[in-house]
């Protein structure tokens, strides 16, 4: 069976500060992996998607991930974060026609 | 439409009363999907469609959930005898798929819930 972790379920930085967001996946055969951005009273939007290739995956809004079989992660990195950038995200697998999700984990971002 | 839309975006019910949740996929998208939110659980997958096969219901909580899709576009998610613990933001996504494990790349664009409270 396929899981998510999510390691922290909040995070809390300074505006302007980089950031990192922990993913950790068990699965038994090919990861697709990506992440979600919930905002406020909002549905998921998609921020990045990792299928194959490259294993560092820009998204928007300036944010990346990268790709670490060995490790079995997908961490989510922004290198200086916006007040805008608060809100809930959230790592999925996708091993066949359904996501996965993690917990999720809140980020928010200080002035 | 140009996204996924949800209806209603709020709905208090008392418990033990039938609810209907709507999904509006976003248009030529074959694959619907339904998962619940809930404080501490994260996103739970219920079900989902993909255009005449047989849906995918292993994730409905119980027999008091059900969910149909007709005409391959609009889908209601029915919950009867609500519950407390069936309090939750209801959340409808669809994509574009041809099935057979081909669409893993696709993406699933998600609505912006339906917020039921059972009370």
């Not at chain 1, 294993?55 to 989510?76: C, D, M, P, R, Y």
């Amino acid at each position: 069976a396929q899981s998510v972790t999510q390691l922290d379920s909040q995070v809390p930085v300074f505006e302007e500060a980089p950031v990192e967001l922990r993913c950790n996946y068990s699965s038994s055969v090919s990861v697709y992996l990506f992440w979600y951005v919930q905002y406020p009273n909002q549905g998921l939007q998609l921020l990045l998607k990792y299928l194959s290739g490259s294993t560092l995956v820009k998204g928007i809004n300036g944010f990346e991930a990268e790709f670490n079989k060995s490790q079995t992660s997908f961490h989510l990195r922004k290198p200086s974060v916006h007040i805008s950038d608060t809100a809930e995200y959230f790592c999925a697998v996708r091993p066949a026609e359904k996501l996965v999700f993690g917990k999720g984990t809140k980020l928010t971002v200080n002035p | 439409g140009a996204g996924v839309s949800q209806s209603p975006s709020n709905k208090v019910t008392e418990k033990g009363k039938d609810v209907e949740l709507r999904c509006d996929p976003i248009s030529g998208h074959t694959a619907l999907y339904w998962y619940r939110q809930s404080l501490g659980q994260g996103l739970e997958f219920l079900i989902y469609f993909q255009g005449n096969s047989a849906p995918d219901k292993s994730g409905l909580p119980s027999d008091r959930f059900s969910a149909e899709r007709t005409g391959g576009s609009v889908s209601t998610l029915t919950i009867q005898r609500t519950q407390q613990e069936d309090s939750a933001v209801y959340l409808c996504a669809s994509s574009l798929a041809k099935g057979a494990g081909r669409d893993v790349g696709n993406t699933i664009y998600f609505g912006e819930g339906s917020w039921l409270t059972v009370v």
